[in-house]
T-cell receptor, first 113, second 120 residues
Framework: ETGVTQTPRHLVMGMTNKKSLKCEQHLGHNAMYWYKQSAKKPLELMFVYNFKEQTENNSVPSRFSPECPNSSHLFLHLHTLQPEDSALYLC????????????FGPGTRLTVT | AQTVTQSQPEMSVQEAETVTLSCTYDTSESNYYLFWYKQPPSRQMILVIRQEAYKQQNATENRFSVNFQKAAKSFSLKISDSQLGDTAMYFCAFMKHEAVSGGGADGLTFGKGTHLIIQP
């Protein structure tokens, strides 16, 4: 399944580092999403973009900064993270804004040391 | 706000058996969508089945079917003739029919998941 790709697959960073996660979808979708998956917690929606415009920021700390230059690419810029930010970060896309199933990428496993 | 509850943290059945995973949700919306996603050990989230709340007919997809009880706010997943490859985390998810902000997209609200193990 290569419809939604994410790089890198694994990332270890210190609390003072700056890094970026990349997501690319090859499905011609218009909406893209970032989710955080932590152990023993439900997936948490972080950001939503529709036609490159951010439509939802689910009270995410400012140390996470999303960027969506076009409908096919989505980035998550990370800076001064905390150890509790260690998690699997999943990107997803969907055809339209509401009601369409979301297709997920394989995720980036982030460890903050 | 919506909540999704999966009351079975883990289930284990023998290969070829039928298993049912439960999901309940709470919402004040009258129209919405419900999904089941599967996440195998590879961590790739895969859509299993989709149900539109305004459709009374239960969705089916090969060996997977749902029992959607709107009044009870229940959305269980039945897997028939279970296979070893069905071993995975299964997540129930809810999506509103109308976007929160005008013209915007909404995300999914997930339950905590059920770890399903198919034994040989």
């Amino acid at each position: 399944e290569t419809g939604v790709t994410q790089t890198p697959r694994h990332l270890v960073m210190g609390m003072t580092n700056k890094k970026s996660l990349k997501c690319e979808q090859h499905l011609g979708h218009n909406a893209m999403y970032w989710y955080k998956q932590s152990a023993k917690k439900p997936l948490e929606l972080m950001f939503v973009y529709n036609f490159k415009e951010q439509t939802e920021n689910n009270s995410v700390p400012s140390r996470f900064s999303p960027e969506c230059p076009n409908s096919s690419h989505l980035f998550l810029h990370l800076h001064t993270l905390q150890p509790e930010d260690s998690a699997l970060y999943l990107c997803a896309s969907s055809r339209g804004p509401v009601g369409y199933e979301q297709y997920f990428g394989p995720g980036t496993r982030l460890t903050v040391t | 706000a919506q909540t999704v509850t999966q009351s079975q943290p883990e289930m284990s059945v023998q290969e070829a058996e039928t298993v049912t995973l439960s999901c309940t949700y709470d919402t004040s919306e009258s129209n919405y969508y419900l999904f089941w996603y599967k996440q195998p050990p590879s961590r790739q989230m895969i859509l299993v089945i989709r149900q539109e709340a305004y459709k009374q007919q239960n969705a089916t997809e090969n060996r997977f079917s749902v029992n959607f009880q709107k009044a009870a706010k229940s959305f269980s997943l039945k897997i028939s003739d279970s296979q070893l490859g069905d071993t995975a985390m299964y997540f129930c998810a809810f999506m509103k029919h109308e976007a929160v902000s005008g013209g915007g997209a909404d995300g999914l609200t997930f339950g905590k998941g059920t770890h399903l193990i198919i034994q040989p």
